[in-house]
């Protein structure tokens, strides 16, 4: 699944940043510095939506939601409850 993730990548190319400034609700950038997104990556799509929150989370990867799902749960409450 992540070989085919990987792969998904460079096909997809993203969306333009003009659109993304469109989105209206509060956006939640979540991935751990050892995820296979880059947390610059991150970091710029961020910047272009300029609403939310980015949170880069240290020796962490994309199965974090699993391993340390206390965690990251307790992130998603609190930005669902202050949005």
Request: negative net charge; aromatic residues 8%.
């Amino acid at each position: 699944m992540i070989e085919k993730a990987r792969q998904c990548g460079p096909v997809f190319g993203g969306w333009p940043d003009a659109e993304m400034r469109l989105l209206e609700a509060p956006l939640m950038v979540m991935l751990g510095n050892d995820d296979f997104i880059r947390p610059e990556n991150a970091l710029q799509l961020f910047k272009v939506v300029r609403s939310g929150r980015i949170s880069i989370l240290p020796v962490i990867d994309q199965s974090s939601t699993v391993t340390r799902s206390d965690w990251v749960t307790a992130m998603r409450v609190d930005f669902f409850d202050a949005a």
